[in-house]
C-alpha cells in the first residue's frame, strides 16, 4: 500500500517537537519505514533515525532530511495547525511550530525512498537516509557523527539534502560553492551591581550596559563591513531583572552571527568581543563580561562539479528555466558536517513551497517581503501541492544521478 504523504505531511504538522525531543516524529518515521519494508536504526545522535536500501554495487548516496520544530507560536489559521507545546532547555513552556519546514523534509524523504524502492531495478548502488534531529540548535548532525553514524552504516561517496523556502513552488535555487553562510550562537552575560531601582547612583545597572552594547553592535555591519561584503550580527534575546524597582545584577544577551567564510568570522567575531569588553568598561563594570560560543557551524558549501552535473539533471528533469541560482544565504546549516566528516562532496539545494500566482503577484506588487512569509515565521505555511510531490521528485532524481 501506497505512503499516504498528505496525511503524513499534516500529521507531523501538527504534532512538531523541539530539538533533540523528536520522540513522535522518530517513531512516526520509523513506523512508514516498516511500511515499507525497511530496516532502521533509532536513537543515533539521541533521537535520530538512519536506515539504508543496498542495491547491488554501485556508488553510496546519502540522503538527509532534519525533522524538528521552534519555539514558534503557529499562526497560519490552517486546519492542521499546530496548537503543541514543549519544554525549551532552559525549562520554559513554550509553543512548537514546524516554522522552517523540516515536516516538509521528512515528508518527501519518505515518498523519495518509497520511488526508489519501487524503481530498484533500474539503478544499482546504496541509499541511505538520514532522519536527523536537532538541526535548529546546529548540533544534530554532530550529535549522529559522534554516536557513529558514519562507522555504521556505508560511508558515503556524496551528500545531498534540500530545504523548502519561499520560492514559487517548482523552482528550485541552488549555486556551486558557498550556499549558505557560517554561523556562530553566541551568550553574553554582562556583570553589573544590583540595587534597589531608587538608587541607580549605587549600582552598576546591566540593562542600561546591555542597550549600549545592542546599539553598538549594529554599528559592526553599517560600519566596520565592507558593503560589498557579507555579514550578519543579530541580537535575538536579552534577559535581566525581574521586577521594576529592583536593578539586576546581570544581564544575558544572545548574539547570532552569520559570515561566509573563515577569515570574515575571526574578525567579526573579534569585533563583537571588543564592544562587548568596552561598554562593559564604559560602565564602570567591575566584572569582565562572560563571553560563550553556545554552537558553530561551518559555511554550506556546494561541490562545483557535483552542483552543476546535478543542475543539469533537474533541468532535464524538470524543464529549462527551473533551476534559479538564489545566491548565497545568511541562513546557516548543520549538512555539512557530514560530508567534511567524510571528506566527499556535498550538494544541498531549496526547492519552492509558494503558490506560484501569489508569489508572482508580490513580485508584481513589489511586496514580497511583506507578503509571503519567510522561514521561522509563525505565519509559514508550504503549500502542500505541489510541493510535496516536487520534493519528493527532487530528492529522487538527484539519488539516480549520483546512482550506478
Not at 544499482?124 to 535548529?136: I, L
Not at 556583570?191 to 549600582?203: A, D, E, K
Not at 553598538?216 to 566596520?224: A, G, N
Not at 543579530?234 to 552571527?257: C, D, F, Y
Request: glycine share 10%; aromatic share 6%.
Amino acid at each position: 500500500m501506497a505512503l499516504d504523504l498528505d496525511a503524513l505531511y499534516t500529521d507531523l504538522h501538527r504534532h512538531p517537537e523541539l530539538s533533540f525531543q523528536e520522540t513522535r516524529t522518530a517513531a512516526v518515521i520509523a513506523a512508514r519505514l516498516s511500511e515499507l519494508g525497511l530496516e532502521y536504526e533509532e536513537g543515533i545522535g539521541r533521537t535520530g533515525v538512519v536506515t539504508a536500501i543496498r542495491n547491488g554495487d554501485g556508488p553510496v548516496v546519502w540522503l538527509r532530511a532534519d525533522m524538528d520544530g521552534l519555539p514558534v507560536p503557529e499562526q497560519t489559521g490552517l486546519e492542521y495547525a499546530s496548537t503543541a507545546r514543549g519544554v525549551d532547555p532552559a525549562g520554559n513552556d513554550v509553543p512548537v511550530m514546524h516554522a522552517c519546514g523540516h515536516d516538509m523534509h521528512v515528508t518527501a524523504l519518505l515518498g523519495a525512498l518509497e520511488q526508489l524502492i519501487a524503481t530498484q531495478h533500474e539503478w544499482s548502488g546504496t541509499v541511505v537516509a538520514v532522519f536527523q534531529p536537532a538541526e535548529e540548535y546546529g548540533a544534530g548532525s554532530q550529535a549522529m557523527i559522534a554516536d557513529g553514524v558514519l562507522d555504521r552504516f556505508p560511508k558515503p561517496d556524496i551528500v545531498l539534502g534540500q530545504h523548502v523556502t519561499p520560492l514559487p513552488a517548482g523552482v528550485i535555487g541552488v549555486r556551486p560553492g558557498t550556499q549558505m553562510a557560517a554561523s556562530d550562537g553566541l551568550s553574553v552575560v554582562l556583570h553589573g551591581r544590583g540595587g534597589h531601582g531608587s538608587r541607580p547612583h549605587s549600582t552598576i545597572d546591566p540593562v542600561v550596559m546591555a542597550a549600549a552594547t545592542v546599539m553598538r553592535l549594529q554599528t559592526i555591519v553599517s560600519r566596520e563591513v565592507d558593503p560589498r561584503d557579507v555579514a550578519v550580527v543579530t541580537v535575538g534575546s536579552i534577559h535581566a531583572g525581574l521586577k521594576n524597582n529592583i536593578i539586576p545584577a546581570e544581564a544575558k544577551l544572545e548574539l547570532s552571527l552569520r559570515y561566509p567564510d573563515d577569515a570574515a568570522r575571526e574578525r567579526v567575531m573579534a569585533k563583537v568581543e571588543r564592544i562587548v569588553r568596552a561598554e562593559a568598561a564604559a560602565s564602570g563594570a567591575e566584572t569582565e563580561p562572560t563571553i560563550t560560543v553556545d554552537h558553530t557551524l561551518p559555511p554550506t558549501i556546494n561541490d562545483h562539479t557535483a552542483t552543476a552535473r546535478l543542475t543539469a539533471a533537474f533541468e532535464r528533469a524538470f524543464g529549462e528555466g527551473s533551476v534559479v541560482d538564489p545566491g548565497m544565504f545568511t541562513g546557516s546549516e548543520d549538512v555539512s558536517w557530514f560530508a567534511r566528516e567524510a571528506g566527499v562532496p556535498l550538494v544541498f539545494w531549496f526547492w519552492g513551497g509558494v503558490d506560484p500566482q501569489k508569489f508572482a503577484d508580490a513580485v508584481a506588487a513589489g511586496t514580497v517581503e511583506r507578503d509571503i512569509p519567510t522561514n521561522h515565521s509563525p505565519f509559514f505555511a508550504p503549500v502542500m501541492h505541489p510541493t510535496i510531490e516536487r520534493g519528493v521528485e527532487n530528492l529522487v532524481v538527484a539519488a539516480r544521478e549520483f546512482l550506478a
